[in-house]
């Protein structure tokens, strides 16, 4: 048999020779899962921070949006208080219960579109009634100004609340991304370790 391989040309490796081919195969082996596994640790710990910064931003925007309900009720309260000491006792009982009935919808969870309209609505009737009964127009500037902070106050909620659904669907997009890459990540430090045990192995041998 060893005369047919040596008329063939064929060399047939060592002992050692082929050790170390085995150990060369392990080591390259190590090296490509500890880059991946290096990479994969690098872009987990990032989601993972991700995760973190979102879940602070939410803690904002609810601790905001409680600010802006309580701004935009105080400058509708402004607005009833100012009415009501200088417009509301000036005027027949029908005309000031109707414009006390127009505010209180523009004090509810209404869409600032909504509002702006009731507002330029209330706005509208509020002057004709004021120039009517002859009364001072610097209520009205005063009134149309809270108003107007009321409705900001609005726009800025609607536009947190938006962002706030944006974020639980990307939560659940980044939960789905972690949970992904801890199962990988697990999978490849168990690889790792195969590899590593089947090296130290083959290196005894080829001392």
Do not use: C
């Amino acid at each position: 048999m060893t005369e047919n391989i040596d008329e063939a040309g064929i060399r047939v490796q060592t002992e050692k020779e082929l050790i170390s081919a085995v150990v060369e195969k392990h080591r390259r082996f190590l090296e490509e899962y500890k880059k991946e596994f290096g990479e994969l640790d690098n872009r987990l710990s990032q989601v993972e921070e991700n995760v973190k910064n979102a879940k602070n931003v939410r803690i904002q925007m609810e601790e905001r949006k409680e600010v802006l309900k309580e701004k935009r009720q105080q400058f509708y309260h402004q607005t009833e208080a100012l009415l009501e000491k200088e417009i509301f006792p000036k005027l027949d009982l029908i005309t000031a219960n109707k414009l006390q009935e127009e505010i209180k919808k523009l004090k509810g969870q209404i869409e600032p579109e909504e509002e702006q309209r009731l507002k330029d609505s209330f706005m509208e009737k509020l002057s004709e009634t004021i120039r009517a009964a002859g009364l001072g127009e610097n209520v009205l500037l005063q009134t149309g100004a809270r108003m107007e902070e009321a409705r900001n106050s609005n726009i800025e909620l609607k536009e947190i609340i938006k962002s706030e659904k944006q974020l639980t669907e990307d939560k659940g997009s980044k939960g789905e991304e972690v949970s992904k890459s801890k199962s990988q990540h697990k999978w490849l430090s168990t690889r790792i370790k195969k590899p590593r045990r089947s090296l130290n192995y083959w290196e005894k041998l080829k001392i």
